[in-house]
C-alpha cells in the first residue's frame, strides 16, 4: 500500500503557477498508476490527471494543456505542474495510487490530508 502525503499548496494569483507534490511510500509504488484528484467546496472530488506505471498520461478536460502530470519512482513522488491557474482550480488537492482502474474509480480505503490551492486575486 502506498501513504501518499501532498505538499506544495498555496495561494496563487490567477494566471499564476504552482507544483505540489505527492510524496508516496511503498515498495510497490512504480508499479501503481497515481492519479491527483481534486474537491472544491460543496463539489465531489473529482479526477484531474493521471499517471500509469509505464508513464501514460490523462487529464480532465478542464485541465488539459495547463497541468502537468509527472513522476520520480526513485523518489516515490509525483508532482502536478499547474500552469495558467483560473479561479475555479481553487480545491484541496490529493493525490493516490493504485491499479488504473482503481485510479479511475477514485475509490480508495485511505486518503491523505490533500494540500489546499486557492487562486485568488
Known amino acids: 500500500q502506498v501513504q501518499p502525503v501532498e505538499s506544495g499548496g498555496g495561494l496563487v494569483q490567477p494566471g499564476g503557477s504552482l507544483r505540489i507534490s505527492c510524496a508516496a511510500s511503498?515498495?510497490?509504488?512504480?508499479?501503481?498508476?497515481v492519479g491527483w484528484y481534486r474537491q472544491a467546496p460543496g463539489k465531489q472530488r473529482e479526477l484531474v490527471a493521471l499517471i500509469t506505471s509505464d508513464g501514460s498520461t490523462n487529464y480532465a478536460d478542464s485541465v488539459r494543456g495547463r497541468f502537468t502530470i509527472s513522476r520520480d519512482n526513485a523518489k516515490n513522488t509525483a508532482y502536478l505542474q499547474m500552469d495558467s491557474l483560473k479561479l475555479e482550480d481553487t480545491a484541496v488537492y490529493y493525490c493516490?495510487?493504485?491499479?488504473?482502474?482503481?485510479?479511475?474509480?477514485?475509490?480508495?480505503?485511505?486518503w491523505g490530508q490533500g494540500t489546499q490551492v486557492t487562486v485568488s486575486s
Open positions: 511503498g515498495s510497490r509504488f512504480s508499479v501503481y498508476a
Open positions: 493516490n495510487a493504485g491499479s488504473l482502474l482503481v485510479v479511475l474509480a477514485g475509490r480508495y480505503d485511505y
